[in-house]
Nanobody
Framework: QVQLVESGGQLVQAGGSLRLSCAVS????????MGWFRQAPGLEREFVAS????????NYADSVKGRFTISRDSAKNTVYLQMNSLKPEDTAVYYC???????????????????WGQGTQVTVSS
């Protein structure tokens, strides 16, 4: 059974930085395209960033390009989301997700991911 556990969310001031982590267990990490999504109260879950199984390609939502960086460490079975220049509109629950894929094409749709973590709260104060 594949399990994803996020950590690193907290309250931070606007302009600050956070790094989220997602530890993957119970599966073969190197087979998975990994993604980060977020959901603010009353809104739908939205795509933030994704990275291919081998780390060769990444994709970002326009709203976070230039501020967020996704990366993965195969030795630790962990994917990261480095978030800089945070804004109040980045406030949301952040979810890690995975899907087995060996292609360079990464879907931004939540329904295309099979495995999900429980989420971690990020709050950015103004």
């Amino acid at each position: 059974q594949v399990q994803l556990v996020e950590s690193g969310g907290q309250l931070v001031q606007a302009g600050g930085s956070l790094r989220l982590s997602c530890a993957v267990s119970g599966g073969t990490f190197s087979r998975y395209t990994m993604g980060w999504f977020r959901q603010a109260p009353g809104l739908e879950r939205e795509f933030v960033a994704s990275i291919t199984w081998n780390g060769a390609y990444t994709n970002y939502a326009d709203s976070v390009k230039g501020r967020f960086t996704i990366s993965r460490d195969s030795a630790k079975n962990t994917v990261y989301l480095q978030m800089n220049s945070l804004k109040p509109e980045d406030t949301a629950v952040y979810y890690c997700a995975g899907v087995q894929s060996y292609t360079a094409t990464m879907s931004p749709r939540p329904n295309d991911y099979d495995y999900w973590g429980q989420g971690t709260q990020v709050t950015v104060s103004s």
